[in-house]
């Protein structure tokens, strides 16, 4: 799940405390749509702020991202290639 703010702003420090409260209030409600849908064991919660730390959307944006158990063999490091052959984008390989 993909939340968005409508106002422009490059990443999570560019929201004001009401807009990063809604975005909290958000990943709750989505939260709650996935549990009563499809019953994850987890999620992964993620957000990159800021070219060094990944961000190749400019504009801010945060993943709530259902988890089941045995969908990776090894899910320890949390996103980071959750699906390896989609995991390199960037680069058109």
Same mark, same amino acid.
């Given at each position: &799940?993909? $939340? $968005?703010?409508?106002? /422009?702003?490059? *990443?999570?420090? *560019?929201? @004001? ?6 975005? &909290? ?5 989505g +939260?709650?749509?996935? #549990? #009563?849908?499809?019953?994850? *064991? =987890?999620?992964?919660?993620? &957000?990159?702020? =800021? ?7 400019? /504009? &801010? /944006?945060? /993943?709530? $991202?259902?988890r089941?158990?045995? *969908?990776?063999?090894?899910?320890? =490091?949390?996103?980071?290639? $959750?699906?390896?052959? +989609?995991?390199?984008?960037? @680069?058109?390989?």
């Amino acid at each position: &799940m993909l $939340i $968005i703010p409508n106002r /422009h702003a490059a *990443d999570w420090f *560019d929201l @004001s405390a009401a807009e990063q409260q809604a975005i &909290m209030e958000l990943i709750e409600q989505g +939260k709650q749509w996935l #549990e #009563e849908r499809y019953q994850p *064991d =987890g999620y992964n919660i993620g &957000m990159n702020c =800021g070219a060094a730390a990944g961000q190749t959307v400019l /504009h &801010m /944006h945060c /993943h709530l $991202i259902p988890r089941y158990a045995g *969908d990776q063999q090894d899910p320890r =490091g949390g996103v980071r290639w $959750i699906i390896p052959e +989609k995991a390199d984008y960037w @680069s058109g390989r």
